[in-house]
């Protein structure tokens, strides 16, 4: 019954008798039926998620204890796992950072949203799923790492870092103006994550909020703690540290990402360069990096230069005493280890934060019913070929580690093994939200997935295109299919070359068995199958061209 419409009854005056008890009787209803109206209001936002996104930048899978401890403990992110579901099978369409979060902004391919490479401009005119959020009434914000050179849209709030951003008092991009805070950056970007969580936001509304991490991105700044406590530790050699990249293409054996030649000196090994320097038998450093190197070490104040200072002599020291002496596999070996102490060291700081958020949701009864997800723009390798950085379609790179967690809809401790892409992030969130996706996002809800309806998802395999070259770790263009049980790419530039990997028997993609023929009628199909994908995602030929065309303009232009 609808009981405003009974009041107006009750009231209207062509009625002759009304009881006093009716009255009263009415007016109890009407009240009644306001507190629920006002209940169903509040539990329509309260039904609404929060959607907590936590991305860091360039965290391998490789360093989460969820996936695999042999490197690091990560108790906080992992309890994402243990409360949420594990993805095993994640992945990105172009391993590189800011093409990737164009991917997750937009829920579209690289190719089709024009974010093929970190330098191509972000075209912002674009719908991202932050503004669909906004009008949908959730507060907004982002915090830390975006790597676009516009502001970001669709948030109430950000504070961000201008392109890579700094580890030590790190600059900001704020809807005031630019400012420096004096800091760690995986601590202030939390700091200012939880500011806006307990200060800022309204608590009416259900909040859309991007925490995104700098770190572990190159060149692997900890703490002075993390340092300390880090610097010395051993960890254990991946199998295949000294790759020599027979039985692959051109593109393996080209690409400047080996830790022994193409890791710096100072730079990457943080061995001082006046080190460096006076040691003969040692590569020149390249004088960007030296000086990128000391600008790092000039943002310090002398306090923080003074707690950098007893490790950066030790390694130094450390350097100096052994280096000549050291065969070239020794040297590798010792490049990996300051490598991982580094990398692993700024992790560290990111799980403890992680940690800090998550006890700011339990305290705040605010766990329940926010969705969070961690994740990274992309994978990473950690000495696996004897690599650092990303952008190619193997696995360490392709991967990416992904944990969500929503007590209120996802049951705790599940693994998922489907092929799940960045691509697929926008839709998720907006159908948990339950707001409308646009028709021309590419991706899938993962909502399926999430509530263990699986039968709802049907994908068999994902499509990747990488672009940016000729660049930095020279990385040849490719692009490809990836199936749980094979992967097949073409290295299409400077190259015609094709490779098949066979997922099941050579999990570390040590050879290229496309041209052996028990694997034809397998190329056969993938042929046919990455055709199909090319199509379903609007990828072409013609659109290759126009993205080495526009590259060479670039590269012309800036010459
Ligand atoms: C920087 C790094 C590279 C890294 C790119 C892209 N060099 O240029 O090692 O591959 O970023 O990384 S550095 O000397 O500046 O550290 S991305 O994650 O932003 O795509
Ligand atoms: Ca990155």
Redesign the pocket.
Known sequence: MDYNLYLLQIFDPSMKTISKPLVAACIFLVLLSCTQKEKESQTLISEKPNILFIMS??HAYQAISAYSDHLIQTPHIDRLAKEGILFTNASVTNS???PSRATILTGKHTHINGKVD?LMPFDTTQVTFPQLFQKAGYETAMFGKL?FGNNPKGVDDFMILPG?GSYINPDFITPKGDTTITGYATDIITDLTINWLDKKRSPEKPFMLMYLHKAP???WWPTPEKFQEFYGKEFPLPASLFDDYSNRGPAAKTAEMNLLTHMKYS?DTKVWPETVAKMDNVLPEVPD?VN?FNNIVARMTDAQKAAYQPVLDSISKDFETHWSSMSDQEKMIWKYQRYMQDYLGCISSVDDNVGRVLDYLDENGLTENTLVVYTS??GFYLGEHGWF???FIYDESFKTPLLIRWPNKIKPGITNTEMVQNLDFAQTFLEAAQIEAPDDMQGESLMPLLTSQEQNWSRDAVYYHYYEYPA??QVMRHYGIVTTDFKLAHFYYDADVWELYDRKKDPQEMKNVYNNPAYADIVKGLHQKLEELRLLYKDSDELNQHYIDLHNERRAASH
């Open positions: 930048d360039d590189i950072c800011a970190n790597h890579q991105h190159r060149p730079y990096l990128a723009d992309q950085d990303k952008r930095e770790h």
